[in-house]
C-alpha cells in the first residue's frame, strides 16, 4: 500500500526517531521531510513545495 510520511523539522509532538522507524517499517513508504516545519504543516510557507513535490 502506497504511504507517505511528511514531517516538519521542528516537530515537537512526533519526533524524528519515531518518524524515521515508521519510514524504516513500512515497505515502500516515501518521506519527505519540510524544514523549519512544526506539526501544522499546512501553515508553514513550505507547504505549497511538499505538495508539488508529492505530484
Given amino acids: 500500500m502506497p504511504t ?3 514531517h516538519g523539522t521542528e516537530d515537537v509532538r ?12 513500512i515497505p515502500d513508504a516515501k518521506l519527505i521531510t519540510i524544514e523549519g516545519a512544526g506539526h501544522a504543516i499546512p501553515l508553514h510557507p ?3 513545495e511538499a505538495v508539488e513535490r508529492i505530484r
Avoid at 15 to 20: F, G, P, Q, V, Y
Fill in 4 to 6: 507517505l510520511l511528511v
Fill in 14 to 25: 512526533v519526533s524524528w526517531t519515531a518518524t524515521r522507524r515508521a519510514h524504516r517499517r
Fill in 46 to 48: 513550505g507547504y505549497g
